[in-house]
């Protein structure tokens, strides 16, 4: 189902009024984790301002530490949709147990799947029957192929609406956190008619990288963009070193629309 040979024409994922898929670059930004209200209506704002289409956060974070911060869950939810409400921003974030998901159906107008998720079977399912479009991760250690298998589980229960991401992948390269494959997402948009997302943040694990992947991201035909960005990204719980300050997002939504606009 997610391959093109039976479908010529690229998917066009609507997430609300926004469209991912079509000529144009799609920005979703926002706080790695919700932390409060003020942080999460701050940043939301700011992104609307800069010209971001959709909200990103968390509320149910996966943590490689079970000490570290691990969201707000449900109240985070309802935080972000509160953000939407105000600046009109269509709201994306990851679910990490289909328990969860009445919350979801409610809260949230886009189900991530995070990269650590990427291969669960049940809740790749599960994702498939919420009737929402699926945001879509390559797992840490997973081919474009096994990405777009994983995909494959969600089209089965009759849920079209999928976009992938690459999010950067494990190798022996340690100058950054993850490589970010864009090769393969080349590849892997001659394998499929779904639509890439490109996550240059989690790849980068270094403020001072984003941007220059972020453009490298759009150069390279990535169909939306997903940026982490903080009012005060020093004292965040979470991917501390890689979140934008809005002005830094600012300016990198003025390059990313010069850079659009001649390709
Ligand atoms: C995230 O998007 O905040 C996240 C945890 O990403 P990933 O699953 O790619 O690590
Ligand atoms: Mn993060």
Known sequence: LAGNE????????KVKDVEVGGNKVV???GPCAVESEEQTLTV???VKRAGASLLRGGAYKPRTSPYSFQGLGEEGLKILRRASEETGLPVVSEILDARDRDAFVKFADMIQI?????????????AGK???PVLLKRGLGNTVEELIQSAEY???EGNGNVVLCERGIRTFEK????TLDLGGMVAGKLMTHLPFCADPSHPAGKRELVHSLALASVAAGADMILIEVHPKPEVALSDSEQQLTPDSFQL???????LASVL
């Open 114 to 126: 995070g990269a650590r998720n990427s291969q669960n079977f049940t809740l790749l399912r599960e």
């Open 130 to 132: 919420m009737g929402k």
């Open 44 to 46: 939301a704002r700011a």
């Open 27 to 29: 920005v979703a930004a």
């Open 6 to 13: 039976w479908k010529k024409d690229p998917t066009l994922v």
């Open 154 to 156: 969600i089209l089965m």
């Open 252 to 258: 990198l939504m003025e390059r990313i629309k010069a």
């Open 175 to 178: 100058s950054t956190r993850f």
